[in-house]
C-alpha cells in the first residue's frame, strides 16, 4: 500500500509536473511552464530560470518539498541487460563496469552508470545497466538544491511508466508537446528506450505522429535483432499517454496506423472525475515505487515490475564533492 504521503515530481523537457497523493487518492496536481529557452535538448542551461519556475510551483500549490520521487527525460541516456558470470561480490562492481564499458555506446566518463541485478540463473547474472549523460543530469540537480527540492529518488521516465502499465510485456508511446518516448518493456523491464525531442510547432500533428510509427518500427527492429528467440507478440499491447493525448485526433490516427491492440491506461488509484490520466501518467509511476509486493513478487494477483533503479544515489555523492 502507499505511505501516508507522496509526492511525484516529473521533469519534461519544457515544464514540470506535479502531484501529491494522500493514501492511495490524488489530492492535488498542477504543472508548471519553463521559461523559453532555458532547457535545450533535454539539458538545462538556465538553471535560475527553471530553480524559479519549480520555486513557485511548489509555493502555489503548498505540497511539501521533501521526500520527492523524481523523473527525468530518457534523452541520451543509455540502457542496456548484460550476463555476467557468477563471481564474489567484491568483484561484481568491477565486473559490471567492464561490461559497461563494453556494452555502451557512449564512453563511461560522459555517464553516470547505475545498475541493477535483475536475475540469477546457472551461476550467471543478469544486471540491468543505465547510464544517465552528466551534462544533463548536473544542472537538473543543480536546479533541486537551488530550488529546495529534496529528492529521496531519481528514476528515468521509462521505469516509471513500465510501473504504470504493470504488464511483463508490452509497447509505451508518451507524447509530449517537445518529446517522445518509445518504450519497449519485456520480462517487467524496459528493455528498449528511445526518447526523441521534437517541438510540436515543427510538425503537423499527421507528421509527428508518422514520425513516432517509425521510431515504433525501429524500436521493433531493434528488439527483435537482441531477442531472436523471443519475438514480441502480434497480441502485446500498447499504451499512449503524455500531453498529445488530450487531442482525441491523435488517439484515432494511432489506432489506424498501429496494428497491435491498445489499451487504455490501468487505473490504480483514487482520481478526480477531471484528473488527466495520460498527462500525469509519469507522477503516478513514480508514486507506485511504494507498493509493497508480496513474496512472490506480485501485488493483488498482478505482475509488478522489476526495476526500481534509484539512480541518484551514485550521482549525487559526485555531485556534492563538485560543490553544488
Request: net charge neutral; no cysteine.
Amino acid at each position: 500500500m502507499f505511505f501516508q504521503n507522496t509526492v511525484a515530481l516529473s521533469m519534461e523537457t519544457n515544464l514540470a509536473r506535479l502531484l501529491s497523493m494522500r493514501g492511495k487518492a490524488v489530492e492535488r496536481w498542477e504543472e508548471v511552464n519553463f521559461p523559453v529557452g532555458s532547457v535545450k535538448d533535454a539539458r538545462i542551461i538556465d538553471p535560475d530560470g527553471v530553480a524559479a519556475a519549480l520555486d513557485g510551483l511548489f509555493r502555489s500549490t503548498g505540497i511539501s518539498r521533501k521526500g520527492v520521487l523524481v523523473s527525468i527525460s530518457g534523452f541520451r541516456s543509455v540502457t542496456r541487460t548484460v550476463t555476467l558470470p557468477g563471481i564474489s561480490s567484491n568483484l561484481l562492481g568491477e565486473a559490471i563496469q567492464w561490461a559497461a564499458q563494453r556494452e555502451m555506446t557512449v564512453p563511461l566518463k560522459e555517464i553516470y552508470l547505475s545498475w541493477q541485478i535483475t536475475g540469477s540463473r546457472d551461476k550467471e547474472h543478469s544486471v540491468y545497466l543505465i547510464g544517465t549523460p552528466r551534462d544533463i543530469f548536473d544542472p537538473l540537480y543543480q536546479v533541486l538544491r537551488q530550488a529546495d527540492v529534496r529528492p529521496q529518488v531519481v528514476e528515468l521516465k521509462a521505469t516509471a511508466l513500465s510501473r504504470v502499465v504493470n504488464q511483463s510485456e508490452a509497447v509505451l508511446i508518451d507524447l509530449e508537446d517537445e518529446s517522445t518516448d518509445v518504450i519497449i518493456v519485456a520480462d517487467g523491464i524496459p528493455e528498449v528506450s528511445h526518447t526523441s525531442i521534437i517541438k510540436a510547432e515543427d510538425l503537423l500533428l499527421e507528421e509527428r505522429l508518422q514520425k513516432v510509427i517509425g521510431a515504433l518500427g525501429q524500436a521493433f527492429t531493434f528488439f527483435k535483432n537482441v531477442h531472436p528467440e523471443h519475438p514480441l507478440s502480434a497480441s502485446t499491447p500498447v499504451y499512449l499517454s503524455g500531453a498529445l493525448m488530450s487531442n482525441p485526433e491523435t488517439g484515432v490516427l494511432l489506432r489506424e496506423s498501429i496494428k497491435q491492440p491498445i489499451e487504455a491506461l490501468p487505473l490504480r488509484i483514487k482520481q478526480a472525475p477531471d484528473f488527466p490520466l495520460s498527462r500525469y501518467a509519469v507522477n503516478i509511476g513514480l508514486a507506485l515505487r511504494r507498493v509493497k509486493a508480496s513474496r512472490n513478487g506480485k501485488q493483488a494477483g498482478k505482475y509488478l515490475p522489476r526495476i526500481n533503479m534509484n539512480i541518484m544515489p551514485v550521482t549525487a555523492s559526485i555531485i556534492r564533492e563538485r560543490g553544488y
